[in-house]
């Protein structure tokens, strides 16, 4: 399975007082795809966090097999995990 990677917006938090083990101390926040050349927005999901992100911040979002070893070299549950917090965007 190949991952992919997207822009993201971060619009909110979830709690999950039950979860996984491995999740367990993680920050999971919801993130809606953006458009980056147009701002158009798409479909939204919960991503965990591996970089501190917060609501309104702009994310790079990872998916799939990627997203399994964000914490280590042990795959995991997780299929999307936020890898990067983004400064600015420039399209052409």
Known sequence: MNGKMYVGLVLGSVVATRKSEELVGKK?????????????????EVAVDSVGAGTGEHV???????????????PSCIDSAIVGIVDSMEVS
């Open 60 to 74: 790079l979002v990872t998916k799939g097999q990627p997203a399994m070893y964000v914490f280590g070299t042990t």
């Open 28 to 44: 999971l926040l919801i993130v809606q795809q953006v458009n980056p050349k147009d701002g158009n927005l798409g479909a939204f």
